[in-house]
């Protein structure tokens, strides 16, 4: 069993099935067929189109019992669940076969390879399943893209500084829908943390403990900031009132904004300067977070290379 995502999927939408449904209907077909399960596995957020199967550690393992000869069938609710690469799945499939086991698909029957036919059709079939895959990938692509140049809410987790709220927006199944808004307690302190980046000159690590020493919890309302989780929030375009998916970004939404664009480019060009591999560039403080002194000051004179902080304690 397998699906490209972690999220449940239409059942509907037989060629992403969920992992229930596909259970169900192999267990049915095994029923109607008098074959007795074995062994199961599944793959959760695996994309059949993306990952080649020998970084697919579970098709490793039924290659792997396969060749110990601990079962005879493999059974798949589609056979696009074994994958959807075009120049390997095929090849996959004809695997099993050649070492004695029949492949079977809970919809479109067994696979056979008995002459020339039976191998194109398998090539075919496997050819058409990485184009739909693309062409899903294309359309999902697309919809992102046009959700974001309309301002609306992706999903995933809400950025620090805004909040959700039922605006009036339905979805196609007339459903409410929540569209992200400015929280007004939350942007002061994306402000202060702006302020103190660019004016103070302050880094990630000193503004996580100033947050952290005032109890200011964060959007997962764990009250502890991380020099990580500061460089992540000054570097994000949504405070300038754009919404990013991948490298794309919207124009500026004016009701999502709280920094403007010279503050942000002026904090981005100081985290810039404190890189360290931006020595010979940089005009800023040097950021590190290494417990060592002077740790990306100090160069080895036989390579060139900075000088890193390590240590060993023997109990």
């Not at 074959?35 to 596995?41: A, G, N, P, Q």
């Not at 992540?232 to 970004?249: E, Q």
Request: glycine share 6%; aromatic share 10%; net charge neutral.
């Amino acid at each position: 069993y397998r699906v490209s995502t972690d999220k449940q999927v239409d059942y509907d939408d037989k060629s992403q099935a969920d992992i229930p449904m596909q259970r169900r209907e192999c267990h049915r077909f095994c029923e109607k067929m008098g074959w007795t399960i074995v062994h199961e596995e599944q793959e959760d957020g695996v994309s059949g189109h993306k990952v080649r199967a020998e970084n697919r550690d579970k098709l490793q393992i039924i290659k792997e019992r396969a060749k110990q000869g601990k079962f005879d069938i493999l059974l798949v609710f589609m056979f696009d669940r074994i994958g959807r690469i075009a120049d390997e799945t095929p090849f996959v499939v004809e695997w099993f076969v050649r070492n004695g086991i029949r492949v079977w698909s809970t919809q479109e029957g067994e696979q056979r390879f008995d002459n020339h036919t039976d191998k194109l059709l398998n090539y075919i079939r496997f050819w058409q399943a990485s184009g739909e895959s693309e062409k899903t990938s294309m359309r999902i692509r697309t919809k992102h893209l046009q959700m974001i140049q309309e301002g609306l809410y992706r999903g995933g987790l809400v950025p620090f500084g805004y909040r959700l709220e039922h605006l009036g927006r339905t979805n196609k199944k007339n459903q409410p829908v929540r569209d992200l808004v400015i929280d007004e307690q939350e942007s002061e302190i994306v402000k202060e943390i702006y302020h103190k980046t660019v004016s103070e000159g302050w880094g990630s690590d000193r503004i996580a403990n100033w947050l952290n020493d005032r109890h200011i919890s964060t959007k997962r309302h764990i009250a502890f900031w991380r020099a990580t989780s500061i460089r992540a929030l000054v570097r994000n375009p949504i405070y300038t009132g754009r919404i990013r998916f991948g490298d794309d970004l919207s124009d500026p939404f004016e009701h999502l904004r709280i920094i403007d664009d010279a503050l942000f480019e002026q904090c981005e060009q100081m985290i810039r300067q404190r890189s360290p591999c931006k020595s010979s560039e940089r005009i800023g403080n040097l950021r590190s977070t290494s417990d060592g002194l002077l740790t990306g000051l100090l160069f080895c004179g036989s390579c060139g290379e900075r000088l890193c902080f390590n240590h060993n304690t023997t109990v």
